[in-house]
């Protein structure tokens, strides 16, 4: 091949130079190929948290990857950082939730205290690094910021200067995380469940997960801990589980460490002797303490909340949901699993089961609704010896985090999906492209490969007669959801979208015919294995068959992730099984589909749930994403907000993509701060229809959808703001804080005030600074008579 | 082979043929900037979309491989209407001036960065042809011309003006100094009479540009000598007479013949004139009031009715300029209209409409802020501030000096104006750089290899460079940066352009359908950028 001698280097290098010595092991050990480039950057940022420009020029020397190339890679992917990091990556979430939860004051608040001069990430000691992330997928802990590998939820500007003395201070400490225990109780009589999904994780479910671990080995406790998988109720993670044989299940939910023992104790009786009087002790003294902790958090699984949750859903992809661990195999295969794939292997052709898969109705869940079979057809029909499968694990969407909790909770479920694509279009290889934001998920699938390796189930090399999987991280690309890009990115590239046809099913990844199918999608193949096509299509609508899977939260009680029949309304979803909008508050519109979805407003809310209808309200059904909205959300801000989305990850390849999409966003920046033209909505109007048409790829004809749909059903709010009102007091340049007559003179909003806006004068009526305020809301939020009032 | 149609005719293509390659052989024209042949498609510019099979989205015609049976459409509204909104998009991020601000304010449209560049080298024979392609007396003008290009000098925003007018008086100068004045070739003898009354500067830069092109110029005057408001409405101490007559010298020596002391009205009719000659110029001068109908002119007053663009009037084959026709009074417009109608007369002559001078400027920078001058004033521009003569103002630069001050320009125009598809298209589908106003790119200062000129700011992203770059060879070349609004092309690792294009540089020059990638020496590449739309019946004449 031709590859480049080694690169001219400047003589005299300033700055000290890194160590370079561990590139070539990294590339000794993953290979000098194009195909390896993402990897190879990985393993470099893992070693320097950071792109050092001399290691990659020393990658272009080790390998056939020419400077271009590299270049052209390193720069696209939001993962990539080439400045060095600081000592703590502070990772702002700027998912919708969050977003309507005021993540951009957070993100301001950090800056603020760390003193960041515009453009700049990282602080002047180089102790912290500021990023903003699409989704951390704690939708339930809005506004959420992780640091470092801690998750710190419901945060408000005020809070910000105490999280980063925390951080200092435990750095100070030199606080480690322990190793987390791994052992389970043996001879168990019953179960303690604990969800430990990301979700979960991120509030705290390991510590639970060990100290659970701990009562139950110091008491002898006769029951298992049994980490699962997602229950879905993401808004009261951690869950615990009680399960005794006989007895009604019950649930606790927002468990904190200090709780476990008490919990645990409850219900099970320690086996040894010395400890059951330890523990009644305990206990005794618990009852007088404080017996209502645990009682406070109880939620017997047939409570009404917990009913309507849960009981209106149907679990197909989410079966067995939080009952089973991940990465028991021997457990997935007790319930079933694989051997409806044994069977149908043994018993029928590829062509058999590519026929009950188009004969189950079921539509790609990955957004765009392609029928499953149908794409299984065209792979299986092409001319060509090899070919490919691929599970899309890119899940980009902020506010959409199915697709991680069914590989963090399922990863067999999937496996069995993509093994059953396999055989049926005649692949030998499969991989899952799963993003870097989801290490969880990478960690959970890669052990679950190597069990079912392990147990012939699955080849480990190409060779073997037995399909061989494996597992590439995606590198931070929203466009790479897109399986022309996701093939791109698989072959060492820029993750750009390109003209199709030619499809996949003809040329895709090594030219040749590949088959893309969406995580849920697979979980769902898996089902219809077991259960046939026909309970798949007595399920749901006519057109779009069998269940979905819906990433719930905003404005709504219960917020997490719900599998609901197709056909059900968003007024059931909002209401029964989101518990309602919470404080009384009105509901305005529900956002579906994320960035390439759109705004179905409340007077549509009755409207059944399926691929058609939803495209007819203006949104689409896109991953799943589905975040409720008040009153007092702005539609023109929710526009805006996925615009810059779509902006942050256009690839910049087509005209309408890289600059359609920012004027759009400039109009509406514009309007947002009072600049709006009257000729303006015309004009969004004009350019979104155009890329609608225009664009390259399927992201970029659905980017302007946010706007268009807003236009549809809101246009009143975007006339408001041309006037230079914002209905919903959320555009900042639009609004002023006033306090009222109403006011007693507590001083809480002078103290939370982070701009020095407020003078203190306890006893008194307070008074705002207009010019100096940020408009962030923190004196509202604290105001306990509510005297702090938005005009 | 598969047949196709295109909005309704019919094709036969080889298979794989792409629907741009189909409509190329039905001589239909679709618009492209990324597309190359023997080449990837880049689907960038988004053109070139048309409509397969009535489908609602568009499909870039580029990239779309024609098929059996396939029914595409090109030449409608809606289509045209979306193509125009892909130039508009692109030229809203399109950074810089298709002409320089002075170029465009001067009533001549003299070249004058170009001028200034030359000068700037010693090339003072070439400076000259620069100037007298566009200005007959620059020599006289050197001394008269109030200067109108350098109140819109965007040097003004750093310090003052380049000195452009006295710079192009000490070309003219030094040309006559040189004892072998130059004198423009002419076209062989068309056969054709043309008569021009009047020689003030629109009568001699008329008979100027009507000689080159091979006509036979009798000019007729009323005065005893040659020059008309030149000669007697400005003083000596201004413009010197030996200064006019070397000029007019150059005119006689082009074989103009000059009727002197011969008054339009007493001594000859305009129907003797259009009698006897092809064509006529009038370059009278304002009207004595009341005196248009005893010329044989209608005109309502002092001024004869043109057509301001062409100097047509009313009667064919009679065209009028300077003061006859216009209120302001201005040496350099009569001058710019003797070669406007000159022109004009040509074609008149070879049966052709006449047009009036296209200076479309698809891309226009404006007003710029201190900061993006700063960017400008990198490289090879002086810093010094505007110099004056070392011998007094009314004396004139010394070639030195006036290379000195040359050196100040910031050269604003673009070197491929003349080779830039996105200026082409945008005018012929009459896209508005003002259609969408937003955030811009921010300029990069422009980078000079040893020959090359890279303008980022002027990069449309179509991406052809870094595919000619790879496939060249090079070891560095260019590479996208980034991704999305802020995606740039450029060399890996920071390198300077010349770095990157060590074999390739005249390939990606020719490719680029802007002037992003440039030779800095605009002469160059002189013809025109290749529209890659090989249609024949798009005459240039």
């Given at each position: 091949?031709?590859?480049?001698?080694?690169?001219?280097?400047?003589?005299?290098?300033?700055?000290?130079?890194?160590?370079?010595?561990?590139?070539?092991?990294?590339?000794?050990?993953?290979?000098?190929?194009?195909?390896?480039?993402?990897?190879?950057?990985?393993?470099?940022?893992?070693?320097?948290?950071?792109?050092?420009?001399?290691?990659?020029?020393?990658?272009?020397?080790?390998?056939?990857?020419?400077?271009?190339?590299?270049?052209?890679?390193?720069?696209?992917?939001?993962?990539?950082?080439?400045?060095?990091?600081?000592?703590?990556?502070?990772?702002?979430?700027?998912?919708?939730?969050?977003?309507?939860?005021?993540?951009?004051?957070?993100?301001?608040?950090?800056?603020?205290?760390?003193?960041?001069?515009?453009?700049?990430?990282?602080?002047?000691?180089?102790?912290?690094?500021?990023?903003?992330?699409?989704?951390?997928?704690?939708?339930?802990?809005?506004?959420?910021?992780?640091?470092?590998?801690?998750?710190?939820?419901?945060?408000?500007?005020?809070?910000?200067?105490?999280?980063?003395?925390?951080?200092?201070?435990?750095?100070?400490?030199?606080?480690?995380?322990?190793?987390?225990?791994?052992?389970?109780?043996?001879?168990?009589?019953?179960?303690?469940?604990?969800?430990?999904?990301?979700?979960?994780?991120?509030?705290?479910?390991?510590?639970?997960?060990?100290?659970?671990?701990?009562?139950?080995?110091?008491?002898?406790?006769?029951?298992?801990?049994?980490?699962?998988?997602?229950?879905?109720?993401?808004?009261?993670?951690?869950?615990?589980?009680?399960?005794?044989?006989?007895?009604?299940?019950?649930?606790?939910?927002?468990?904190?460490?200090?709780?476990?023992?008490?919990?645990?104790?409850?219900?099970?009786?320690?086996?040894?002797?010395?400890?059951?009087?330890?523990?009644?002790?305990?206990?005794?003294?618990?009852?007088?303490?404080?017996?209502?902790?645990?009682?406070?958090?109880?939620?017997?699984?047939?409570?009404?909340?917990?009913?309507?949750?849960?009981?209106?859903?149907?679990?197909?992809?989410?079966?067995?949901?939080?009952?089973?661990?991940?990465?028991?195999?021997?457990?997935?295969?007790?319930?079933?699993?694989?051997?409806?794939?044994?069977?149908?292997?043994?018993?029928?052709?590829?062509?058999?089961?590519?026929?009950?898969?188009?004969?189950?109705?079921?539509?790609?869940?990955?957004?765009?609704?392609?029928?499953?079979?149908?794409?299984?057809?065209?792979?299986?029909?092409?001319?060509?010896?090899?070919?490919?499968?691929?599970?899309?694990?890119?899940?980009?969407?902020?506010?959409?985090?199915?697709?991680?909790?069914?590989?963090?909770?399922?990863?067999?479920?999937?496996?069995?999906?993509?093994?059953?694509?396999?055989?049926?279009?005649?692949?030998?290889?499969?991989?899952?492209?799963?993003?870097?934001?989801?290490?969880?998920?990478?960690?959970?699938?890669?052990?679950?490969?190597?069990?079912?390796?392990?147990?012939?189930?699955?080849?480990?090399?190409?060779?073997?007669?037995?399909?061989?999987?494996?597992?590439?991280?995606?590198?931070?690309?929203?466009?790479?959801?897109?399986?022309?890009?996701?093939?791109?990115?698989?072959?060492?590239?820029?993750?750009?979208?390109?003209?199709?046809?030619?499809?996949?099913?003809?040329?895709?990844?090594?030219?040749?015919?590949?088959?893309?199918?969406?995580?849920?999608?697979?979980?769902?193949?898996?089902?219809?294995?077991?259960?046939?096509?026909?309970?798949?299509?007595?399920?749901?609508?006519?057109?779009?068959?069998?269940?979905?899977?819906?990433?719930?939260?905003?404005?709504?009680?219960?917020?997490?992730?719900?599998?609901?029949?197709?056909?059900?309304?968003?007024?059931?979803?909002?209401?029964?099984?989101?518990?309602?909008?919470?404080?009384?508050?009105?509901?305005?519109?529900?956002?579906?589909?994320?960035?390439?979805?759109?705004?179905?407003?409340?007077?549509?809310?009755?409207?059944?749930?399926?691929?058609?209808?939803?495209?007819?309200?203006?949104?689409?059904?896109?991953?799943?994403?589905?975040?409720?909205?008040?009153?007092?959300?702005?539609?023109?801000?929710?526009?805006?907000?996925?615009?810059?989305?779509?902006?942050?990850?256009?690839?910049?390849?087509?005209?309408?993509?890289?600059?359609?999409?920012?004027?759009?966003?400039?109009?509406?920046?514009?309007?947002?701060?009072?600049?709006?033209?009257?000729?303006?909505?015309?004009?969004?109007?004009?350019?979104?229809?155009?890329?609608?048409?225009?664009?390259?790829?399927?992201?970029?004809?659905?980017?302007?959808?946010?706007?268009?749909?807003?236009?549809?059903?809101?246009?009143?709010?975007?006339?408001?703001?041309?006037?230079?009102?914002?209905?919903?007091?959320?555009?900042?340049?639009?609004?002023?804080?006033?306090?009222?007559?109403?006011?007693?003179?507590?001083?809480?909003?002078?103290?939370?005030?982070?701009?020095?806006?407020?003078?203190?004068?306890?006893?008194?009526?307070?008074?705002?600074?207009?010019?100096?305020?940020?408009?962030?809301?923190?004196?509202?939020?604290?105001?306990?008579?509510?005297?702090?009032?938005?005009? | 082979?598969p047949r196709v149609t295109i909005d309704g005719r019919s094709v036969d293509v080889e298979?794989?043929t792409t629907i741009l390659d189909a409509a190329r052989k039905l001589g239909i024209e679709i618009p492209t900037l990324?597309h190359?042949a023997?080449?990837?498609?880049?689907?960038?510019c988004m053109a070139c979309v048309v409509r397969v099979n009535?489908?609602?989205?568009l499909t870039p015609s580029c990239a779309r491989i024609a098929e059996?049976?396939m029914a595409v459409e090109s030449e409608v509204e809606d289509i045209r209407a979306i193509r125009r909104?892909a130039?508009?998009?692109?030229?809203?991020?399109?950074?810089?001036?298709?002409?320089?601000?002075?170029?465009?304010?001067?009533?001549?449209?003299?070249?004058?960065?170009?001028?200034?560049?030359?000068?700037?080298?010693?090339?003072?024979?070439?400076?000259?042809?620069?100037?007298?392609?566009?200005?007959?007396?620059?020599?006289?003008?050197?001394?008269?011309?109030?200067?109108?290009?350098?109140?819109?000098?965007?040097?003004?925003?750093?310090?003052?003006?380049?000195?452009?007018?006295?710079?192009?008086?000490?070309?003219?100068?030094?040309?006559?100094?040189?004892?072998?004045?130059?004198?423009?070739?002419?076209?062989?003898?068309?056969?054709?009479?043309?008569?021009?009354?009047?020689?003030?500067?629109?009568?001699?830069?008329?008979?100027?540009?009507?000689?080159?092109?091979?006509?036979?110029?009798?000019?007729?005057?009323?005065?005893?000598?040659?020059?008309?408001?030149?000669?007697?409405?400005?003083?000596?101490?201004?413009?010197?007479?030996?200064?006019?007559?070397?000029?007019?010298?150059?005119?006689?020596?082009?074989?103009?013949?000059?009727?002197?002391?011969?008054?339009?009205?007493?001594?000859?009719?305009?129907?003797?004139?259009?009698?006897?000659?092809?064509?006529?110029?009038?370059?009278?001068?304002?009207?004595?009031?009341?005196?248009?109908?005893?010329?044989?002119?209608?005109?309502?007053?002092?001024?004869?009715?043109?057509?301001?663009?062409?100097?047509?009037?009313?009667?064919?084959?009679?065209?009028?300029?300077?003061?006859?026709?216009?209120?302001?009074?201005?040496?350099?417009?009569?001058?710019?209209?003797?070669?406007?109608?000159?022109?004009?007369?040509?074609?008149?002559?070879?049966?052709?409409?006449?047009?009036?001078?296209?200076?479309?400027?698809?891309?226009?920078?404006?007003?710029?802020?201190?900061?993006?001058?700063?960017?400008?004033?990198?490289?090879?521009?002086?810093?010094?501030?505007?110099?004056?003569?070392?011998?007094?103002?009314?004396?004139?630069?010394?070639?030195?000096?006036?290379?000195?001050?040359?050196?100040?320009?910031?050269?604003?125009?673009?070197?491929?104006?003349?080779?830039?598809g996105?200026?082409d298209f945008?005018?012929s589908y009459?896209?508005?750089?003002?259609?969408?106003?937003?955030?811009?790119?921010?300029?990069?200062?422009?980078?000079?290899?040893?020959?090359?000129?890279?303008?980022?700011?002027?990069?449309?992203?179509?991406?052809?460079?870094?595919?000619?770059?790879?496939?060249?060879?090079?070891?560095?070349?260019?590479?996208?940066?980034?991704?999305?609004?802020?995606?740039?092309?450029?060399?890996?690792?920071?390198?300077?352009?010349?770095?990157?294009?060590?074999?390739?540089?005249?390939?990606?020059?020719?490719?680029?359908?802007?002037?992003?990638?440039?030779?800095?020496?605009?002469?160059?590449?002189?013809?025109?950028?290749e529209p890659r739309v090989a249609v024949e019946d798009r005459v240039?004449?």
């Open positions: 091949m031709n590859a480049p001698a080694s690169l001219p280097i400047d003589p005299a290098p300033a700055a000290p130079r890194a160590d370079l010595a561990p590139i070539e092991t990294i590339v000794g050990k993953l290979g000098r190929t194009r195909e390896q480039l993402i990897p190879i950057l990985q393993a470099i940022q893992a070693h320097y948290r950071y792109l050092p420009k001399e290691a990659l020029e020393r990658v272009c020397a080790l390998t056939e990857i020419t400077p271009a190339q590299l270049v052209s890679v390193a720069t696209f992917y939001k993962q990539f950082r080439h400045t060095p990091c600081g000592k703590h990556l502070i990772r702002v979430c700027h998912g919708t939730a969050c977003h309507v939860s005021g993540a951009g004051a957070i993100s301001e608040a950090f800056e603020k205290h760390l003193h960041l001069p515009p453009g700049q990430s990282t602080d002047a000691e180089g102790a912290f690094t500021l990023e903003k992330v699409a989704c951390l997928g704690c939708c339930s802990l809005a506004p959420a910021v992780q640091i470092d590998d801690g998750v710190y939820g419901n945060l408000t500007p005020g809070a910000v200067p105490y999280v980063l003395e925390e951080v200092r201070r435990a750095e100070k400490q030199g606080s480690t995380n322990g190793d987390r225990p791994s052992r389970n109780g043996d001879g168990a009589f019953g179960e303690i469940r604990i969800a430990l999904d990301s979700c979960c994780l991120a509030r705290g479910a390991d510590k639970v997960f060990a100290s659970l671990q701990h009562v139950a080995e110091r008491f002898r406790l006769p029951a298992r801990v049994k980490p699962v998988g997602c229950t879905g109720l993401s808004c009261h993670a951690p869950l615990i589980e009680i399960v005794r044989p006989g007895l009604p299940r019950i649930l606790y939910a927002d468990i904190k460490p200090e709780d476990a023992e008490a919990i645990a104790l409850r219900h099970f009786e320690p086996r040894s002797w010395c400890n059951r009087l330890r523990s009644a002790a305990t206990r005794a003294l618990d009852a007088l303490v404080d017996d209502t902790l645990p009682a406070r958090n109880a939620l017997p699984a047939e409570a009404a909340p917990v009913r309507e949750f849960l009981g209106r859903q149907l679990r197909l992809a989410t079966e067995h949901s939080g009952e089973m661990n991940p990465l028991d195999l021997a457990e997935y295969q007790a319930r079933g699993g694989f051997q409806a794939l044994e069977r149908a292997m043994k018993e029928r052709t590829p062509d058999e089961l590519i026929a009950e898969i188009t004969k189950s109705g079921l539509r790609g869940r990955g957004g765009a609704g392609y029928s499953t079979g149908t794409k299984w057809r065209q792979v299986r029909d092409a001319s060509g010896l090899t070919k490919y499968v691929i599970c899309n694990g890119d899940e980009g969407d902020p506010g959409a985090f199915m697709d991680r909790m069914i590989l963090e909770s399922y990863p067999f479920r999937v496996i069995e999906g993509l093994a059953a694509s396999a055989w049926a279009v005649g692949a030998r290889e499969g991989i899952f492209y799963i993003r870097e934001e989801y290490p969880l998920a990478v960690q959970r699938i890669e052990q679950a490969i190597a069990r079912c390796e392990d147990a012939g189930i699955l080849g480990r090399t190409e060779s073997d007669s037995a399909p061989c999987f494996r597992v590439v991280r995606g590198a931070g690309a929203f466009v790479c959801g897109e399986e022309t890009a996701l093939i791109a990115s698989l072959k060492g590239e820029r993750g750009r979208p390109r003209l199709r046809p030619p499809y996949p099913s003809e040329c895709g990844f090594r030219g040749c015919p590949t088959l893309v199918n969406n995580v849920e999608t697979l979980a769902l193949v898996s089902w219809i294995l077991r259960n046939g096509a026909e309970s798949f299509t007595k399920l749901g609508t006519p057109r779009s068959a069998g269940t979905k899977v819906f990433a719930l939260a905003g404005k709504v009680r219960r917020s997490g992730l719900v599998e609901v029949p197709m056909g059900i309304t968003l007024r059931e979803i909002v209401e029964k099984l989101g518990g309602g909008v919470p404080n009384g508050k009105r509901l305005k519109a529900v956002q579906i589909g994320g960035p390439s979805g759109g705004c179905v407003p409340a007077s549509l809310a009755d409207t059944p749930i399926d691929y058609e209808a939803l495209v007819d309200a203006g949104a689409i059904m896109g991953s799943g994403g589905m975040v409720v909205l008040d009153e007092d959300d702005c539609m023109v801000d929710i526009a805006r907000y996925f615009l810059r989305f779509a902006n942050d990850e256009c690839c910049g390849r087509c005209s309408f993509g890289r600059i359609g999409s920012r004027r759009l966003l400039d109009i509406l920046e514009r309007i947002c701060t009072g600049q709006g033209r009257p000729g303006d909505l015309d004009d969004m109007q004009r350019l979104g229809r155009a890329m609608k048409v225009a664009c390259l790829c399927g992201l970029g004809k659905t980017a302007p959808n946010p706007v268009l749909s807003t236009l549809r059903h809101f246009r009143e709010e975007y006339e408001a703001h041309l006037a230079g009102r914002c209905p919903a007091g959320r555009c900042k340049e639009l609004i002023r804080y006033e306090i009222g007559e109403s006011c007693i003179g507590c001083t809480l909003c002078a103290q939370h005030c982070p701009a020095d806006c407020i003078p203190m004068a306890p006893y008194q009526v307070h008074t705002i600074d207009s010019a100096k305020c940020t408009r962030c809301d923190a004196c509202r939020q604290v105001c306990p008579v509510d005297a702090v009032k938005v005009r | 082979m298979p794989g990324c190359l023997d080449h990837d498609p880049e689907t960038s009535g489908s609602a989205s059996e049976g909104m130039f508009e998009l692109l030229l809203s991020d399109h950074i810089g001036d298709c002409i320089a601000p002075c170029h465009h304010t001067c009533p001549a449209h003299m070249e004058i960065p170009l001028m200034l560049r030359q000068v700037s080298e010693g090339q003072m024979r070439e400076a000259l042809r620069t100037i007298k392609k566009d200005i007959a007396l620059p020599a006289v003008l050197g001394r008269v011309c109030p200067e109108v290009c350098e109140r819109t000098c965007r040097r003004t925003f750093y310090d003052h003006p380049a000195s452009i007018c006295m710079v192009k008086r000490i070309v003219a100068d030094e040309d006559f100094a040189s004892g072998d004045p130059y004198v423009p070739e002419r076209a062989p003898a068309s056969g054709k009479r043309v008569a021009v009354v009047g020689s003030g500067p629109a009568g001699l830069a008329a008979a100027y540009y009507l000689a080159q092109d091979g006509h036979e110029v009798v000019i007729y005057d009323a005065r005893d000598e040659p020059g008309g408001a030149l000669r007697y409405n400005v003083p000596e101490e201004k413009l010197p007479r030996g200064v006019l007559n070397a000029e007019i010298g150059i005119i006689r020596r082009l074989g103009v013949t000059f009727r002197m002391n011969t008054r339009l009205g007493s001594d000859l009719t305009l129907a003797d004139l259009r009698g006897d000659f092809d064509a006529v110029f009038l370059g009278t001068g304002e009207l004595e009031p009341g005196k248009a109908y005893e010329l044989g002119l209608h005109a309502p007053g002092t001024r004869l009715p043109a057509n301001l663009s062409t100097l047509e009037t009313a009667a064919p084959g009679v065209f009028a300029g300077g003061d006859l026709v216009r209120r302001r009074r201005l040496a350099v417009r009569s001058i710019a209209d003797g070669k406007i109608a000159a022109h004009g007369i040509s074609r008149y002559l070879r049966g052709l409409k006449p047009e009036g001078e296209s200076h479309g400027c698809a891309s226009r920078m404006g007003q710029v802020d201190r900061e993006t001058i700063d960017l400008l004033m990198t490289g090879k521009v002086s810093s010094e501030d505007r110099h004056v003569p070392q011998t007094g103002p009314s004396e004139g630069f010394t070639p030195t000096e006036a290379r000195v001050e040359s050196m100040r320009c910031l050269h604003c125009d673009c070197r491929a104006k003349d080779n830039c996105l200026r945008s005018e009459e896209a508005a750089q003002g259609r969408f106003k937003g955030s811009r790119r921010v300029l990069v200062p422009l980078q000079e290899g040893s020959r090359l000129i890279f303008e980022p700011g002027k990069c449309i992203a179509c991406g052809l460079c870094v595919q000619i770059t790879c496939k060249g060879g090079e070891p560095l070349g260019l590479t996208f940066i980034g991704r999305g609004f802020d995606m740039r092309i450029g060399v890996p690792f920071d390198r300077p352009i010349a770095d990157g294009l060590t074999v390739t540089a005249d390939a990606c020059v020719n490719a680029c359908p802007t002037g992003a990638i440039a030779f800095a020496d605009s002469e160059l590449l002189r013809q025109p950028w240039h004449d």
